[in-house]
């Protein structure tokens, strides 16, 4: 569900805010409107689905899900269903964009200094910025992005940072191979590299800290 993208579930944040486990599945229960009970399941790898039953005739109701379905009655349960979604996403669900462990190395860098990725844009949930505490200059982008729109070649959807680069160091190490000019940003100063092995994560961590003194 796309309110869940980008999302991972907190189990014990699950338990608290009232779901009950079921061998694999987490199942949380409400009444809305008076009319319908809301069943919203979540399964031990964050998969999340939901079941609305009309409590009148016991069966399933999915109006809401349809987007051509208009009137009164059925967009105020589409409300009342979005409305618990995201107070279940809100409270019990994690930020979870970058999947690769090139990323997660970047992170725990970031971490180690006390930076911690910012989502700046609602509309880009999967879009991530570091910034020094003291300057406030970013020194890393984390995205995630289909390769092509860097390298022409390959649709594999992967983890990229931009990072920042001295300009006469940059011409040096882009080759359209494994370095690139960067995506989005100023491709004097910045360069792009995609987060699948292609560089060594020692070499990544390397650039990563060279782009954190960069931004003083």
Not at 146 to 155: G, I, T, W, Y
Request: net charge negative; aromatic share 14%; glycine share 4%.
């Amino acid at each position: 569900m796309e309110i869940f993208n980008y999302k991972k579930p907190n189990f014990d944040k699950l338990l608290k805010f009232g779901f009950k486990r079921h061998e694999k599945i987490y199942q949380f229960d409400k009444e809305i409107l008076d009319d319908f009970i809301l069943s919203v399941f979540v399964s031990e790898s964050g998969e999340v689905s939901t079941k609305l039953i009309d409590k009148s005739s016991g069966e399933e109701y999915f109006l809401h899900l349809l987007k051509d379905s208009v009137g009164q009655f059925v967009g105020s349960v589409r409300e009342e269903f979005e409305k618990t979604l995201k107070e279940i996403c809100d409270n019990c669900f994690e930020t979870d964009v970058f999947k690769s462990k090139q990323a997660k190395a970047v992170l725990d860098f970031a971490e180690k200094k006390g930076d911690n990725p910012e989502f700046l844009w609602e509309n880009f949930p999967n879009v991530a910025i570091l910034r020094r505490k003291d300057t406030k200059k970013w020194y890393a982008v984390l995205f995630v992005l289909p390769k092509n729109k860097l390298d022409h070649k390959s649709d594999e959807v992967v983890d990229i940072i931009d990072l920042r680069l001295q300009p006469d160091e940059l011409e040096k190490i882009v080759d359209d191979k494994r370095f690139f000019r960067a995506y989005h940003m100023n491709k004097k100063h910045w360069f792009s590299v995609s987060l699948d092995g292609a560089v060594s994560t020692q070499d990544i961590l390397k650039f990563v800290e060279n782009s954190f003194n960069l931004a003083k």
